[in-house]
């Protein structure tokens, strides 16, 4: 009567009291149950009653009708779960059946176990269940008519964790699982033909983030030396460079100094630590300083005490990333350069710090434009809900630009005749100014300016270190609301 996908789901039924079968279909595994004598009751559910016909025309030819509750129900919404140990949900996708779990308000008080069979996106239902504080105790692979089927036993968890983007991908089989193994490999052959296609789109970060991915399925994730890391960044972005006034480097340690995940965010703030701690990481690496003045007392709510409560590193490149060559203002530059019709001019450097080194750069277009036409430009680039731009109308051709706060190299941009100036926190003072001196400013916000360079950073990162599990920072998000 079953295939073998509904065999798998039948024999991980516990049996220890009624079963109820969300989305029943035909009543195939509530037969099965009845007759197997696994189930003196089952509950079985469908959102349509073309499906209940079905489920009741198999319930009256097992002679099990007395024992299979039929309920129309969506989702669990009309299903009475008392008494229930075990609640199926098979055969629909992976976020529908996400959003049954997450809508879901039926008392469940004696925490069922939940046997889960995504048809498609199981990364995300993996990711959902760990954020409905739900844990995975058990996953199989099951093959059936050459495709692959991943069955999922959750039940609920005493602690808040949250999954990788790599860890949802990866699952929780058993590794001697040949099935789990086989459908492991089908999915890094997957995860390379999205970076190949990414890479024949010109998008480098994320052709890179995909074949880590694909190399993290085919062979697990890896742990590096914390020294290693920092050594490797060290050699791309030099922390000798530093302005004197920065606080760039490894400002705090973990116990051991080794790190299997690291997450990346522009800012070290409580949130960004409690999704590293719920995610397992060791390491962050920011761009802004989390130790910057000096301190003579920590409190509770600093940072630094929720990193070192939490056992974990970090490394902060400020100035030494603004500066080098494919640091912030480098990743600007070739955004603007992917959306510009730039003239067959090199960059200029905008201000010269020695050594090669420039904080910003200046760029001449092939032909002008106007302020309004390159504040709409940026916006996009950047991200940004709203761009402030000067009142300025001539058009232009020639524009520095600066991330983070470089309203006060305005002087600078006059001075090297530039008909406009990118940057960010741009102060009432210098609109005044840049108002006299008819130079347009487009000031795109701090967080916004210097955000886009955590996708190249873990680009390199992950060029460096592939088997490391390496994310972008959820919570790494621009403080400011706009109404």
């Known amino acids: 009567m079953l295939d073998n996908r509904l065999k798998k789901i039948a024999e991980l039924v516990s049996g220890n009291g009624a079963a109820a079968d969300i989305g029943t279909d035909h009543a195939y595994l509530a037969a099965e149950l009845v007759t197997s004598g696994k189930c003196s009751r089952v509950i079985a559910s469908d959102v349509k009653e073309g499906p209940l016909i079905a489920a009741r025309n198999t319930v009256e030819r097992y002679g099990v009708q007395d024992k299979v509750e039929l309920v129309l129900s969506d989702g669990l919404e009309n299903v009475d779960l008392k008494g229930v140990t075990d609640i199926v949900i098979a055969g629909m996708g992976g976020e529908t059946i996400a ?92 995860l390379a033909k999205v970076s190949s296609s990414l890479m024949q789109a010109g998008d480098k970060c994320g052709a890179q983030h995909y074949s880590a991915l694909s190399q993290k399925m085919e062979s697990g994730a890896d742990i590096t ?105 480098g990743v600007i530059l070739q955004k603007i350069s992917e ?89 009432h003072d210098v609109w005044i100014d840049a108002d006299n001196l008819d130079i347009a400013v487009i000031d795109c916000g701090h967080f916004h300016t210097e955000n886009l360079v955590l996708w190249e950073l873990r680009r390199v990162l992950e060029e460096r270190f592939p088997r490391l599990d390496i994310e972008i920072a959820e919570s790494s998000t621009d403080p400011c609301e706009y109404v």
């Open 99 to 190: 959003e049954i779990i997450g809508n879901s308000t039926a008392d469940r008080s004696d925490n069922p176990r939940f046997i889960l069979q995504p048809m498609t996106k199981v990364d995300f239902l993996r990711k959902k269940l760990y954020e409905y504080q739900y844990e995975i105790t058990e996953e199989h692979a099951v093959e059936d008519k050459e495709k692959i089927y991943v069955i999922i036993v959750a039940e609920r968890s005493a602690e808040w964790s949250r999954l990788t983007e790599s860890e949802a991908l990866y699952g929780f089989f058993d590794d001697n699982d040949e099935t789990a193994i086989k459908y492991r490999r089908r999915e890094a052959e997957r």
């Open 225 to 329: 030396e914390i020294s290693e890391i920092y050594r490797f960044l060290d050699s791309l972005y030099p922390f000798s460079t530093q302005e004197s006034w920065d606080n760039s480097g490894l400002l705090t340690e973990n116990y051991d100094m080794k790190c299997s995940k690291m997450i990346l965010s522009l800012d070290i703030t409580n949130k960004v630590i409690n999704e590293a701690f719920e995610k397992g990481a060791e390491l962050i690496i920011s761009h802004h300083p989390v130790i910057f003045e000096p301190r003579k007392r920590i409190t509770r709510n600093d940072p630094v005490f929720r990193l070192i409560e939490c056992g974990i590193a970090a490394v902060c490149m400020h100035t030494n990333l603004d500066i080098a060559a494919g640091g912030t203002n």
């Open 339 to 427: 959306k510009l019709d730039i003239a067959d001019v090199p960059p200029q450097p905008f201000e010269e710090l020695g050594g090669g080194n420039s904080l910003g750069w200046i760029i001449e277009l092939a032909e002008e434009i106007t302020p309004k036409k390159l504040a709409g430009i940026c916006k996009d680039i950047f991200g940004c809900k709203y761009v402030r731009t000067s009142k300025r109308v001539r058009r232009i051709k020639k524009i520095a630009f600066c991330s983070g706060s470089g309203g006060s190299m305005l002087g600078l941009a006059a001075e090297k005749e530039c008909g406009a100036l990118i940057t960010g926190d741009v102060k």
